[in-house]
């Protein structure tokens, strides 16, 4: 009998030979789903809307048909559009090992934190590949430093973070300023109503919109543990969570405060770790990111704005040690880890006043078919199953564990809530780390 292979690789899609070759050097085998249907329809030049969970590779299916243009029209530009710093720095890093066999495909990002003229001067170099958040982008454009005139692919990617984050005015600006003719491209985990219109307002009408798997969804490959505990009791379930993990952990805090304040604590009790949020500097950030995709911190504690999308590969534990705002961030909190099919888990710290919010995240992951943990008391969280996920809705606890406001433990978080974080309260400095971690 006579077998063929499955043309299931990136050999079908025709790409440029300096292109298999970073694949190859990247040791991409086999395209993504979102890849196997985005890259043909893209490399036919239709306008294309991608929506796929976070960890399926949707960088590549954008750049990489992206490169093909470029390579092809020498004298057009690509403009991706970014929620944040991290992410823009995440793309450039992927374009620059997607086109190291390439010539004359630089890359430059626009971003802020960074000096308005260092970032002028490298645009004078015609870069072909503008990488930029919306609000340093129309800060560029107002002082007339450039135009956008030989742009040819714009791409957004996070679309729907990019609305969450307020920068509707700021991408409106700049769809003002795009050529008319030009291909688009538009990314998002998530789809609803905002982004639908955005994507109408970009699109041309005989765009291509490209779902895989639910949308929303929870990454398969994570396993959930959902522990019951209360304000007082989340950093020692912390410690010891950090204490059980051999790899690497990213801890998300409801504000920038409490990223300092865990951060801080977990330092005293000798944890390698490191802090991601919006008042830091870009130097700052790009150090702890640094840090921790290098492995030389155990921990990053980060809000949810400085964590949106960025890739680090062997995330192997998420910590929510508060559970966030928007039910949708759930799910982009976890997708941190079992990226790319590898397995990873994500604890979540639940306590009686997180009820509300978290029936939110049920309704979410039971409405995309994604696995819901059950609560669990276990102090040892990782014992728990993954298995043995129940689609139910959250009791209430037991009132009497709820903690009074005069515990002094209790007092201790308010203080630090307050933003006094440099004053360590009294109880704090008498307390010497048990053990050195
Ligand atoms: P998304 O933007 O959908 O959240 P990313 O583009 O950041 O996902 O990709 C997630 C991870 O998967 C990255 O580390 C990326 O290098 C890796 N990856 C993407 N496509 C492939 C592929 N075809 N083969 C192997 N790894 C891939
Ligand atoms: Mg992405």
């Avoid at 979102?34 to 960890?55: F, S, Y």
């Avoid at 390579?71 to 710093?85: E, G, S």
């Avoid at 705002?325 to 979540?348: F, K, N």
């Avoid at 978290?358 to 199953?385: F, M, Q, Y």
């Amino acid at each position: 009998m006579q077998y063929t292979l499955p043309m299931s690789y990136f050999e079908k899609f025709k790409l440029l030979a300096p292109i298999d070759q970073a694949l190859d050097a990247l040791q991409f085998k086999k395209p993504t789903p979102i890849q196997e249907k985005a890259i043909p329809a893209i490399l036919k030049g239709t306008d294309v809307i991608g929506n796929a969970q976070t960890g399926t590779g949707k960088t590549a299916a954008f750049c990489i048909p992206t490169l093909t243009t470029l390579l092809n029209q020498p004298t057009k530009t690509a403009l991706i559009l970014v929620p944040t710093r991290e992410l823009a720095i995440q793309i450039e890093k992927f374009w620059i090992e997607l086109s190291q066999f390439c010539t004359a495909v630089t890359c430059v990002t626009l971003v802020g934190g960074v000096p308005m003229d260092t970032q002028l001067k490298k645009m004078k170099k015609n870069p072909r590949l503008i990488i930029a958040t919306p609000g340093r982008l129309v800060d560029h454009l107002q002082l007339e430093n450039f135009d956008l005139k030989t742009v040819a692919v714009l791409i957004l990617d996070e679309a729907d973070r990019m609305l969450d984050m307020g920068f509707s005015a700021q991408l409106n600006e700049i769809l003002r300023l795009l050529p008319h003719k030009r291909q688009t491209l538009l990314f998002s985990a998530t789809w609803d109503g905002a982004v639908s219109s955005l994507a109408k307002k970009f699109l041309s009408n005989q765009m291509v919109r490209i779902t895989v798997g639910e949308v929303s969804q929870a990454a398969s490959s994570v396993g959930q543990i959902l522990v019951n505990t209360n304000e007082s009791g989340k950093r020692d379930l912390l410690l010891e969570e950090i204490n059980a993990e051999r790899g690497s952990i990213l801890v998300f805090t409801g504000t920038q405060v409490r990223t300092e304040s865990v951060a801080n604590y977990l330092e005293e009790y000798g944890v390698a770790v490191n802090r991601l949020h919006g008042g830091r500097t870009q130097g700052q950030r790009s150090t702890a990111l640094k840090q921790f995709r290098e492995g030389k911190i155990k921990v990053l504690v980060a809000t949810d704005v400085a964590a949106r999308g960025i890739d680090v590969s062997d995330i192997a534990h998420v910590i929510n040690f508060d559970l966030p705002q928007i039910a949708e961030d759930y799910v982009h909190r976890i997708g941190r880890t079992g990226r790319a099919g590898s397995s990873g888990r994500a604890t979540s710290f639940l306590t009686e006043q997180d009820l509300k919010r978290w029936n939110e995240i049920v309704e979410l992951l039971k409405k995309t078919g994604s696995p819901v943990p059950k609560p669990t008391t276990k102090k040892r969280a990782r014992a728990a199953n993954i298995e043995d996920v129940e689609s139910e809705m959250v009791q209430v606890q037991p009132k009497s564990k709820k903690p009074t406001r005069s515990h002094p433990q209790n007092r201790r978080e308010n203080l630090w809530e307050k933003g006094s974080v440099k004053v360590k309260p009294a109880e704090e400095q008498r307390i010497k780390p048990k053990t050195q971690r």
